[in-house]
């Protein structure tokens, strides 16, 4: 059976505001398909509120670092009171969503996802000292990199989402003279 070990618990971004649902939607696939992640989804449901729409995305793409271990990245994309406006930009009218995001990711390290080493009970006391003594600064490394992907997957949200903050004027910079 795989073991799994969570290295990043519940990293969370908040943002409320304007942006495009599609564009965040495909940011995240293509940061995946660069990285050569393996996309997984589990869930997309779209509920239909008075307040308006409520998504949920749940996705969790995994990459095979090894033959014995692979990094699962876990995301949920909620999305609440999501409504389409038209906005003006340089005289164009563009259609934006407005609403509140919720984002949640979870980092884990399978080892042995493939089962190889719990076939036999010698196997699996093989495994455990492989664990233990041999495969331990191969696992930190493993850890680190998946906690260096998992980060750079949230800045990079972060930064595309705080680019609607002050494109559109929903966060306003300060004047120089006051400065």
């Known amino acids: 059976m795989t073991e799994r070990r969570l290295v990043v618990d ?3 971004l908040k943002y409320e505001g304007l942006f495009k649902a599609t564009e965040l939607y495909t940011l995240i696939d293509k ?19 008075p307040d308006g729409k409520y998504v949920e995305i749940v996705l ?4 095979k670092i090894s033959d014995y271990a692979r990094h699962v990245i876990r995301i949920e994309i909620r999305m609440h009171k ?18 509140r995001i919720d984002l949640i990711f979870d980092g884990y ?15 699996f006391f093989m495994r455990t000292l492989f664990d233990k003594f041999i495969y331990r600064t191969y696992s ?12 750079q997957l949230h800045t990079l949200i972060k930064s595309f989402l705080n680019l609607y903050k002050y494109e559109f004027g929903v966060m306003q910079l300060p004047e120089m003279s006051k400065l």
């Open 109 to 123: 390290l399978d080892t042995d996802y493939e089962d190889r080493w719990e076939q036999k009970p010698f196997y």
């Open 10 to 12: 519940h990293l969370r």
């Open 60 to 63: 969790m793409p995994w990459k």
């Open 82 to 99: 999501l409504k389409e406006v038209v906005v003006e930009r340089d005289g164009q009218r563009v259609k934006m969503n407005q609403g």
């Open 140 to 151: 930190t490394q493993f850890e680190e990199l998946l906690v260096e992907n998992v980060s």
């Open 31 to 49: 940061w995946f398909n660069e990285k050569a992640f393996d996309k997984r989804e589990l869930r997309n449901q779209e509920h239909i509120r």
